[in-house]
């Protein structure tokens, strides 16, 4: 049982300074073990590279839900632990678990003599678990490793290469599905899933052209650079991926952002390159972008208007347009089934325009951890996730049916993409593993179609090349930036290199990447 008795002390300088060792020593342990806590939870598959952007780019538009959590957790947590132990302290009491055969364990407060153990220990534990978790040995090896001439030898410059559009220019609709996985499907269709979650978005994947490792139902492979939604978003439309190398910031290119994120905003980004958004703009596109979340996320903002006159429709964007009401708030703006009515209302609206458009929208509903189930979302499963990705894919194939129906469809190509993987923890059974794992993919009314679809390794940067040749257009090179074209009998950079040599060779410095893509000087 628990019994209270008293601490002897030496002397009151004894005490104050176990007051502030014991207080200031739970705040950090505690700090540590709840951050890895929320993090398993959160996040149990981030990547390196995820960390780091996220942690030098603005958090504004962060579901709220995600933010309190690790507030609650990393810091409300901590610092209530570290005021008991305080107050036991400084009122000289301590809590005793006392066993049968008279045994005592003090259980609290933490007293402190020897904080160079202690702090020897908290090293341990950190940069361990830093190891385990995002393997930053072999981060750092890379990044001292010299220069990769990966861009040098494999990088096809867009901005040189000759396009030809068909005579009638097709429309281009991207729908791009947070996290969505075609794994999502069960064992019997080649997925990982217990159930067959998203039956719908299986059934468009089956009945138009998608692409697969495999011989069933699959999809890419996540590589470095392209694991989180803007990284994921600038391999798409730029055929590369996206890499930060910290210490080669030019200090003019960047600045300190509001008090409210204390990160740091980038202010160029992507300079160098030329995307999808820069060749449908010069070649008279309406290029429109929509998402439910704050554009200053991730420097999403920057990244779009810095590659030719995209309309972004953010959330601001709808509030001030009276298309949200003003305060409405919830997950990381609104939720998709807003999205999907104000993308239906934004194509009718185009499509009677003289000009063809690009229609690029990124759903939020399925972002971990657990998703956002609205009023619509079955309730069919026990995890809501699972709940969650069933709504999502009917969400999906009710606006591809529409679109169906509509005068402009005959003349569109239409692409749902999964961003990434999932980030949480509850979609699959512990045994399953991350490389196994694959983002969906489906190019519905294609102008080009290929029967060497299946037994493909590629990335998201493969992508900018197909989705061009999905349009109808040519060009003549092998491919774009890094991106090798799933149509054409080119091999991908996976293909040629495998996984570990690709990853390792984007993960190194490159003189070429910062100085002509991203234009750091």
């Known amino acids: 049982m628990f019994i209270r008795e008293k601490i002897e002390f030496t002397n009151k300088k004894e005490k104050k300074k176990l007051a502030f060792l014991g207080s200031l020593f739970v705040l950090l342990y505690s700090f540590l073990i709840m951050l890895i806590i929320w993090l398993l939870g959160v996040f149990p598959h981030a990547q390196i590279d995820q960390l780091i952007f996220t942690a030098v780019t603005p958090i504004d538009g962060t579901s709220s839900e995600i933010l309190l959590s690790f507030y609650l957790k990393a810091l409300v947590i901590p610092i209530i632990l570290s005021l008991i132990n305080l107050v036991l302290i400084l009122k000289e009491v301590k809590l005793v678990l006392k066993t049968k055969k008279g045994k005592t364990y003090r259980i609290f407060p933490v007293l402190i003599r020897r904080p ?143 008090l409210s994120t204390a990160s740091i905003k980038i202010d160029r980004f992507m300079e160098g390159g030329y995307g999808l958004g820069d060749l449908l703009y010069d070649n008279g596109y309406n290029l429109v972008f929509s998402m439910a979340e704050d554009k200053e996320f991730g420097c999403l903002g920057n990244f779009l208007t810095g590659h030719k006159n995209f309309k972004i429709q953010d959330y601001s964007y709808f509030v001030e347009n009276g298309r949200i009401p003003q305060g409405y708030s919830v997950w990381w703006g609104f939720e998709d089934e807003k999205l999907y009515q104000f993308a239906r209302e934004d194509l009718t609206k185009l499509s009677k325009e003289d000009k063809p458009f690009a229609y690029i929208f990124f759903t939020a509903d399925t972002h971990s951890p657990h998703g956002y189930a609205d009023e619509k979302c079955p309730k069919l499963y026990f995890e809501k996730i699972h709940n969650v990705y069933a709504g999502a894919s009917k969400k999906a194939y009710d606006f591809v049916e529409w679109a169906k129906t509509q005068d402009f469809y005959e003349n569109t190509t239409i692409v749902i993409l999964g961003d990434h993987l999932y980030m949480g923890g509850d979609l699959y059974l512990p045994t399953v593993k991350l490389q196994d794992r694959h983002p969906y993919n489906a190019f519905i009314n294609s102008a080009k179609t290929t029967d060497k679809n299946k037994n493909r390794l590629f990335t998201t940067f493969d992508l900018f090349p197909t989705v061009v040749e999905s349009m109808g257009i040519e060009f003549n090179a092998k491919g774009l930036g890094l991106g090798r074209s799933l149509f054409s009998g080119e091999k991908t950079l996976l293909e040629e290199k495998g996984l570990k040599k690709l990853n390792s060779e984007i993960e190194k410095p490159s003189i070429f990447y910062e100085e002509k893509l991203m234009k750091k000087h």
Do not use: W
């Not at 990088?155 to 097709?170: C, L």
């Not at 947070?178 to 059934?203: H, N, Q, V, W």
């Open 116 to 258: 160079r153990l202690y702090i020897l220990i908290y090293i341990c534990i950190f940069l361990g678990y830093s190891q385990y978790k995002f393997g930053y040995i072999q981060y750092i090896y890379y990044k001292l490793s010299p220069p990769t001439d990966l861009y040098e030898t494999n990088y096809i410059d867009p901005s040189k290469v000759e396009f030809h559009f068909p005579q009638k220019k097709r429309n281009l609709i991207i729908l791009y599905l947070e996290s969505m996985e075609i794994t999502a499907t069960s064992k019997k269709f080649g997925g990982l899933s217990r159930y067959d979650l998203i039956p719908e978005l299986r059934g468009i994947a089956e009945q138009n052209l998608s692409f697969s490792h495999c011989e069933k139902l699959g999809g890419g492979t996540q590589v470095m650079g392209t694991s989180h939604s803007i990284a994921s978003l600038t391999s798409l439309n730029m055929g590369v991926p996206l890499i930060l190398n910290l210490p080669s910031f030019d200090s003019s290119s960047l600045k300190i952002s509001s």
